[in-house]
């Protein structure tokens, strides 16, 4: 795997356990913060890319406010967070994190 491949990866897990820790809705400004917190510096059109791919994979669902977006995890989403289920494209938490 390349990897440019794991680092979106883990990306878009980083944004299902900060949805999953803040129980279950932030906008997209707060996600980007939280991405800079574990690592990920990437800008916010980057993170609203990887909101729209996670909602067409059904894991979480997009309301835009003004011109926000407020992310809400779905119970598959909770479930691949929490590394009870896999879904391509999103990395897997290590056991016991």
Do not use: C
């Not at 707060?30 to 980057?46: C, E, P």
């Not at 890319?49 to 926000?68: A, K, N, P």
């Amino acid at each position: 795997m390349a990897f440019k491949d794991m680092v979106e990866q883990d990306q878009r897990l980083v944004i299902l356990r900060s949805l999953a820790d803040v129980n279950g809705t932030a906008n997209d400004s707060i996600l980007n913060k939280m991405l800079d917190a574990y690592g990920h510096k990437i800008s916010r059109q980057q993170v609203k890319t990887h909101l729209y791919w996670l909602e067409e994979q059904g894991l979480l669902t997009l309301d835009t406010v003004l011109s926000t977006d407020v992310a809400t995890i779905t119970d598959r989403g909770y479930d691949v967070a929490q590394g009870r289920a896999r879904v391509p494209g999103v990395g897997q938490p290590r056991p016991g994190a």
